[in-house]
């Protein structure tokens, strides 16, 4: 079965770190952009930023300057360090995978999402 668990969300202190992790399981034969996105109560999900399979990376202005996207290719895994947190930084927390996978028409990419974790930075 393929799916992507994210674990490292909680109850920090604003100005604190945190940490999410996401590993993709099953049979994938490969993974090309991963993501991650929030959704605070009574709003849209957004997008924080992505990380191409190369390694490039792209942030939500939000964000940009306190949260780090990297992965690790080997594990099929993507992280999110989240330095500066702030109240308004609240929300569930969602990784996003586009993986490739075997099909009987022969390889091809599905979109995938974490379950979600939840954040909440306390002022």
């Known amino acids: 079965q393929v799916q992507l668990v994210e674990s490292g969300g909680g109850l920090v202190q604003a100005g604190g770190s945190l940490r999410l992790s996401c590993a993709a399981s099953?049979?994938?034969?490969?993974?090309?952009?991963m993501g991650w996105y929030r959704q605070a109560p009574g709003k849209q999900r957004e997008l924080v930023g992505h990380?191409?399979?190369?390694?490039?990376?792209d942030y939500a202005d939000s964000v940009k300057g306190r949260f780090t996207i990297s992965r690790d290719n080997a594990e099929n895994t993507v992280y999110l360090l989240m330095n500066g947190l702030k109240p308004e930084d609240t929300a569930v927390y969602y990784c996003?995978?586009?993986?490739?996978?075997?099909?009987?028409?022969?390889?091809?990419?599905?979109?995938?999402w974490g379950q979600g974790t939840q954040v909440t930075v306390s002022s």
């Open positions: 990380i191409t399979s190369g390694g490039s990376t």
């Open positions: 099953g049979s994938i034969l490969g993974i090309n952009a």
């Open positions: 996003n995978a586009d993986l490739i996978l075997s099909t009987h028409a022969g390889p091809r990419t599905f979109s995938y």
